[in-house]
């Protein structure tokens, strides 16, 4: 593979959803569309490579990561634009994933754009599942943030009053879709530490062990199951269920590409 | 006073408070000397931990403490959410996304409890550094014996840093198939037992799991000897609680999927 191979995929995919973006802002949608679509093709593309030259599935590091993330986050936002529910909020979901990818892709930009290294451990299937579902758990995350930001931040208080009723149920619909989308990347989460459990134990004896790993893993959990449980004055506002649906997918992005 | 305990209140704070405990575990762990402390909780049963080193760390025993206590209130929140309202609404009517939704947390207290378990109880030792013809006496008169210890792959990277080394032990530079340690299990004298134990593939006898957790290199007498580094842990849970686990899971995507489509009530 040319060494140039993945810093022009990276850059491309970023123009892309840059344009998609300035696109979606501007109102352009069928064109912020095909933008998206050539975006989430070449991120494809990305991941494709990695599977074919390095024979396992994006694990670990900053940029196969990225693009793992980034293809699952716009292949969700394709589904669920497509949804009956979500049709009044189809641009803003576009907006706000367009927004999302990019934030991910500046995060990177610094970093080495290469394959993460082929540690040993790679071979085993356990190994594979802990990090790639970890990865595909985030993508699900990040896509349920989304999916409350976008209906939680209309001010149906400024609207007339049969439009407001319209307005709260369809906010219900996509919180509704929300809700299926993070119970989702929980499920995927928790295969993925159950996975990393049974590693763990094979590895260095013990199902969990004390350590930083654990602690951010279980905040993941903990964050994921606080936005379930939330207490009545809490869980009637849109706007505090949005801010705390957040919490796992910031927690997360800060945990795979920052910390 | 059984349904104030098993709240929803509660639990929203019980939850903010482990968030915030597990962030201070994270803090703690910034510091080198409490890295090294946090470590060392792994290489004991951690009631033992305590009890041993609560006057030499006061605030991560007293963290550790409170961790346990705010897990122990969970639990008992859950225990009597579980109990008094969610099976009695799944007992009212027989409905599938009721007693789901009630076998989830249920399976969650069987998990959150086996934690709880493995702190107080089983055997565990870690960091026990053998070489070929080494033995190894611990509870119950066990005895383990390294027989024989093979490293086909480059010894150099046995004697590197853990960084460096990490980024050249690649799938091309090891070969975890090729690299084991023969270990035979004895108890009073009596063999019990002896395997071909691999990185990954640990020995296993009844409850006992001897687990290869790294190769080393020692010098003696002027030779570099490769040896093996050690774990033995004995816990009869293991297998419920990775069974339990995988339950929860998929009752947990079960209840997603009967529940995908909302109530009309619900919208």
């Given at each position: 593979?040319?060494?140039a191979?993945?810093p022009t995929?990276?850059?491309?995919?970023f123009?892309l959803?840059?344009?998609?973006?300035?696109?979606?802002?501007a109102?352009?949608?069928?064109?912020?569309?095909?933008?998206?679509?050539?975006?989430t093709?070449?991120?494809?593309?990305?991941?494709?490579?990695l599977v074919?030259?390095?024979?396992r599935?994006?694990?670990?590091g900053?940029?196969?990561?990225?693009?793992?993330?980034?293809l699952?986050?716009?292949?969700?936002?394709m589904?669920s634009?497509r949804?009956?529910?979500?049709?009044h909020?189809?641009g803003?979901?576009?907006l706000?994933?367009?927004?999302?990818?990019?934030?991910?892709?500046?995060?990177?930009?610094?970093?080495?754009?290469?394959?993460?290294?082929?540690f040993y451990?790679?071979?085993?299937?356990?190994v594979?599942?802990?990090?790639?579902?970890?990865?595909m758990?985030?993508?699900?995350?990040?896509?349920?943030?989304?999916?409350?930001?976008?209906?939680?931040?209309?001010?149906?208080?400024?609207?007339?009053?049969?439009?407001?009723t319209?307005?709260?149920c369809?906010?219900?619909?996509?919180?509704y879709?929300?809700?299926?989308?993070?119970?989702?990347?929980i499920?995927?989460?928790?295969?993925s530490?159950?996975s990393g459990?049974?590693?763990?134990?094979?590895?260095?004896g013990d199902?969990?062990?004390?350590?930083?790993?654990?602690?951010?893993?279980?905040?993941?959990?903990?964050?994921v199951?606080?936005?379930?449980?939330?207490?009545?004055p809490?869980s009637?506002?849109?706007?505090?269920?949005?801010?705390?649906?957040?919490?796992?997918?910031?927690?997360?992005?800060?945990?795979?590409?920052?910390? | 006073?059984?349904?104030k305990?098993?709240?929803i209140?509660l639990t929203?704070?019980?939850?903010?408070?482990l968030?915030?405990?597990?962030?201070?575990?994270?803090?703690?762990?910034l510091f080198?000397?409490y890295?090294?402390?946090?470590?060392?909780?792994?290489?004991?049963?951690?009631?033992q931990w305590?009890v041993n080193?609560w006057h030499?760390?006061?605030?991560l025993?007293?963290?550790?403490l409170?961790?346990?206590?705010?897990?122990?209130?969970?639990?008992?929140?859950?225990a009597?959410c579980s109990?008094?309202?969610?099976?009695?609404?799944?007992?009212?009517t027989?409905?599938?996304?009721r007693?789901?939704?009630?076998?989830?947390?249920?399976?969650?207290l069987?998990?959150?409890?086996?934690?709880?378990?493995t702190?107080v109880t089983?055997?565990?030792?870690?960091n026990?550094?053998?070489?070929p013809?080494?033995?190894?006496?611990f509870g119950?008169?066990?005895?383990?014996?390294v027989?024989?210890?093979?490293f086909s792959?480059?010894?150099?990277?046995?004697?590197m840093?853990r960084?460096?080394?990490?980024h050249l032990?690649t799938r091309?530079?090891?070969h975890?198939?090729?690299n084991?340690?023969?270990?035979?299990?004895?108890?009073?004298?009596?063999?019990l037992?002896?395997?071909r134990v691999?990185?990954?593939?640990?020995?296993?006898?009844?409850?006992?799991?001897?687990?290869?957790?790294r190769?080393?290199?020692?010098?003696?007498?002027?030779?570099?000897i490769?040896?093996?580094?050690?774990?033995?842990?004995?816990?009869?849970?293991?297998?419920?609680?990775?069974?339990?686990?995988?339950?929860m899971?998929?009752?947990?995507?079960?209840?997603?999927?009967?529940?995908w489509?909302?109530?009309?009530?619900?919208l």
């Amino acid at each position: 593979m040319p060494p140039a191979t993945l810093p022009t995929l990276y850059y491309t995919v970023f123009t892309l959803f840059l344009i998609a973006t300035v696109l979606l802002l501007a109102q352009k949608k069928p064109w912020a569309r095909v933008a998206m679509i050539a975006g989430t093709v070449i991120a494809g593309m990305g991941v494709v490579i990695l599977v074919a030259t390095q024979h396992r599935l994006p694990l670990y590091g900053a940029f196969e990561s990225t693009f793992y993330i980034l293809l699952v986050v716009s292949l969700l936002e394709m589904v669920s634009t497509r949804c009956t529910g979500a049709v009044h909020y189809k641009g803003r979901i576009s907006l706000y994933t367009g927004i999302a990818v990019l934030v991910i892709l500046i995060m990177e930009i610094n970093k080495p754009i290469e394959f993460n290294d082929d540690f040993y451990m790679y071979g085993n299937i356990w190994v594979n599942f802990f990090f790639n579902l970890r990865l595909m758990a985030a993508a699900f995350f990040i896509h349920g943030a989304i999916l409350l930001n976008t209906a939680a931040w209309k001010r149906p208080d400024k609207m007339p009053e049969d439009a407001v009723t319209d307005c709260k149920c369809r906010q219900k619909k996509i919180f509704y879709q929300a809700r299926n989308i993070l119970l989702t990347g929980i499920v995927i989460y928790l295969a993925s530490e159950w996975s990393g459990s049974l590693w763990c134990l094979n590895w260095l004896g013990d199902s969990w062990r004390w350590s930083k790993g654990f602690f951010k893993a279980a905040i993941i959990f903990l964050l994921v199951m606080t936005s379930f449980h939330l207490p009545q004055p809490l869980s009637n506002s849109p706007r505090a269920r949005a801010i705390i649906g957040s919490c796992p997918a910031l927690f997360i992005i800060w945990m795979i590409f920052i910390h | 006073m059984i349904q104030k305990i098993g709240s929803i209140k509660l639990t929203f704070f019980s939850l903010v408070l482990l968030i915030v405990l597990m962030g201070m575990g994270i803090v703690l762990s910034l510091f080198p000397a409490y890295t090294d402390a946090i470590e060392k909780m792994n290489q004991t049963i951690v009631y033992q931990w305590i009890v041993n080193t609560w006057h030499e760390q006061p605030l991560l025993t007293t963290w550790v403490l409170l961790v346990t206590i705010s897990s122990a209130v969970l639990f008992i929140n859950t225990a009597c959410c579980s109990m008094t309202i969610q099976l009695r609404t799944a007992l009212k009517t027989v409905s599938v996304r009721r007693w789901s939704f009630f076998i989830i947390h249920f399976l969650f207290l069987m998990v959150l409890a086996c934690h709880g378990i493995t702190m107080v109880t089983g055997h565990k030792q870690d960091n026990i550094q053998l070489c070929p013809e080494d033995s190894h006496l611990f509870g119950d008169n066990y005895r383990i014996d390294v027989v024989n210890v093979t490293f086909s792959d480059d010894p150099k990277f046995l004697t590197m840093k853990r960084k460096k080394s990490r980024h050249l032990m690649t799938r091309k530079n090891i070969h975890p198939k090729l690299n084991y340690a023969d270990i035979a299990l004895f108890q009073n004298n009596r063999r019990l037992d002896s395997q071909r134990v691999f990185m990954l593939h640990p020995m296993r006898y009844k409850s006992i799991r001897i687990t290869v957790t790294r190769f080393i290199a020692k010098h003696q007498n002027g030779q570099q000897i490769v040896g093996v580094n050690l774990s033995i842990t004995r816990n009869i849970f293991t297998q419920f609680f990775f069974t339990v686990y995988a339950l929860m899971i998929i009752t947990l995507a079960c209840f997603v999927a009967i529940t995908w489509k909302p109530k009309t009530q619900e919208l």
